[in-house]
Nanobody, 124 residues
Framework: QVQLVESGGGLVQAGDSLRLSCVVT????????MGWFRQAPGKEREFVGG????????TYVDSVKGRFTISRDNAKNTVYLQMNSLKPEDTAVYYC?????????????????WGQGTQVTVSS
């Protein structure tokens, strides 16, 4: 069974940093683009950013550009989300997704597999 397991969430103060990890098993990781999404209470799941299969292209939602960085290590089957200068509005459950046909874009329906999510809470 394919598994995506996120980790690294927690409670931090505004301005702090966190690094999320998503370890993927039982698929050929390098065949999948990866994306990070987040969902705050009462809101729809929102695209945060994505990375292509080889890791040389990334895309981000405007609200996190310059603060968040996505990277991947295909040897470790892991994708990362480095989050700097965190704001209270970044508070959400963060999910990683695996996208076989795409480039890690903003449409969640294009992702075949999802993790269970990790909570990020940013206090002001």
């Amino acid at each position: 069974q394919v598994q995506l397991v996120e980790s690294g969430g927690g409670l931090v103060q505004a301005g702090d940093s966190l690094r999320l990890s998503c370890v993927v098993t039982r698929i050929i990781f390098s065949n999948y683009a990866m994306g990070w999404f987040r969902q705050a209470p009462g809101k729809e799941r929102e695209f945060v950013g994505g990375i292509n299969k080889s890791g040389d292209r990334t895309t981000y939602v405007d609200s996190v550009k310059g603060r968040f960085t996505i990277s991947r290590d295909n040897a470790k089957n892991t994708v990362y989300l480095q989050m700097n200068s965190l704001k209270p509005e970044d508070t959400a459950v963060y999910y990683c997704g695996a996208d076989f046909l795409g480039r890690g874009g903003p449409n969640p329906s294009e992702y075949e597999y999802w993790g269970q999510g990790t909570q990020v809470t940013v206090s002001s």
